[in-house]
């Protein structure tokens, strides 16, 4: 017997009887773009722009987060599809989904924690790139980020969600916070250029 939605929202996961779409635009079109990003940058960090030793571990950092955080949104997306075609029937297969979006999530900010700390040992400028209240996709990047790693259960799960962090149709939610999939897709994309002009560099791409 299937579950009403009462009991999809009580028993399973706040707002998934509502859940009916997968707006996650498709970025499968950048998989090849990051697919060779570490080994371009070995190579020209070799033999056609050198890197100082200390930068080298913030870039590595910065290419490998990407890399995943791509890999992670697809398979969100991917599963997010499956959930939704199957007519809502595998519940598994919207937690698998919800756990890549977090990952995604988590990849993302790291890459940009690497970003902002190369940019202070380089003495470059200014990458905090958000202020506290700004209502910014990174301010919001940077709140799902947390909740989902800290898991402050007493302050963050409000008195009937089943989850801190969630899937809606308008994107991956938190108390207080919701960030379109729009949003979050266009940060995977800027932060693969990011790791591209680091992979390949030349005069003008070097951030």
């Not at 040992?121 to 799902?144: A, Q």
């Amino acid at each position: 017997m299937p579950f009403t939605a009462y009991g999809l929202d009580n028993f399973f996961a706040q707002e998934i009887s509502a859940l009916s779409e997968c707006n996650a635009p498709d970025l499968g079109d950048h998989s090849a773009e990051v697919g060779d990003l570490i080994h371009n940058f070995i190579l020209n960090s070799i033999f056609t722009s050198p890197i100082k030793t200390e930068y080298k571990p913030y870039i590595f950092g910065i290419i490998r987060r990407v890399q995943m955080a791509l890999v992670e949104y697809q398979n969100g997306r991917t599963l997010l599809l499956l959930y939704l075609n199957e007519s809502k029937k595998n519940i598994s297969l919207y937690f698998q989904a919800l756990s890549h979006f977090e990952i995604a999530v988590t990849q993302l900010y790291q890459a940009y924690e690497f970003w902002r700390k190369l940019g202070k040992k380089r003495e470059s400028k200014e990458t905090n790139l958000f202020k506290t209240g700004d209502g910014s996709s990174h301010e919001k990047l940077n709140r799902l980020y947390n909740i989902s790693k800290h898991l402050e259960a007493s302050t963050i799960i409000p008195e009937g969600n089943l989850h801190h962090v969630w899937i809606s149709n308008n994107g991956i939610c938190a108390s207080g916070v919701t960030m379109s999939f729009t949003e979050l897709a266009k940060l995977v994309k800027e932060y693969v250029a990011l790791a591209n002009a680091f992979s390949n560099p030349n005069q003008d791409s070097i951030p």
